[in-house]
């Protein structure tokens, strides 16, 4: 079954600092990997999709962008962190009809 | 745009009951539901899914219910576990509409507390 691995799992941060997330998958090829925030009590908002390597979707408007450099691995940045970027921010992985599957994601907290 | 939404922000229930969660959404093009169980400081887990040609799915201790009339989806846990204690989502897709599969709009999520 595929595993996800993200890191860090907490991560404090200065407004106006750049970020990098890292998402690795294992025990699948060619998979849809999916960035998620989730913030404090609330749903998870889909962020970006990506179905291939260098293929990138954005779903909203916003301070971060995504990349996909290779088929397991994708990663979630900003050049310059916002107070309102601090969240749980979760890696998740799909392929064909299967279930999304998450990771246990990273807590960002921008100070 | 279109949500899924949650009638009942919190549920506590005591150990051995049956649990019933519920959850609306109001995209009639959605035809793939699904239920995640997330505890604290851990990703969403998959529980169980659904698709719009059925109306009634069963997994281990867990049954979800889709009534595609009234636009409702619930989850029942029969006979409920401390480890069950944790925030439950429900979440929608219209697949057939083109969108991918792991293009979830989730709910709010219901917090559910198990006394023993």
């Known amino acids: 079954s595929q595993t996800i691995h993200q890191w860090p799992a907490t991560l404090v941060q200065p407004v106006g600092s750049p970020l990098s997330l890292e998402c690795t998958v294992e025990g699948t090829s060619n998979p849809n990997l999916y960035w998620y925030r989730q913030a404090a009590g609330r749903g998870l908002q889909l962020l970006f999709y990506s179905v291939g390597i260098g293929q990138i979707s954005s779903e909203v408007p916003q301070n971060l962008s995504a990349s996909r450099p290779q088929d397991r691995q994708f990663i979630l940045s900003s050049k310059k962190l916002l107070l309102s970027d601090s969240g749980f921010y979760l890696c998740?992985?799909?392929?064909?009809?299967?279930?999304?599957?998450f990771g246990n994601g990273t807590r960002l907290t921008v100070t | 745009g279109e949500s899924v939404g949650l009638h009942l922000p919190t549920l506590s229930v005591q150990e051995g009951d049956n649990s019933i969660i519920n959850c609306a959404y109001s995209?009639?093009?959605?035809?793939?539901f699904i239920w995640y169980k997330q505890e604290s400081g851990k990703g969403p887990q998959f529980i169980i899914d659904i698709r719009s040609n059925m109306d009634k799915r069963q997994g281990q201790r867990v049954t979800v219910l889709l009534n595609k009339t009234v636009k409702h989806l619930s989850l029942q846990i029969a006979a409920t576990q401390p480890g069950d204690s944790a925030v439950y989502f429900c979440a929608e897709n219209d697949y057939a509409g083109g969108t991918s599969y792991g293009k979830l709009t989730f709910g709010q999520g219901t917090i559910l507390t198990v006394h023993p």
């Open positions: 998740a992985c799909q392929r064909g009809l299967t279930p999304l599957h």
């Open positions: 995209n009639s093009a959605s035809d793939y």
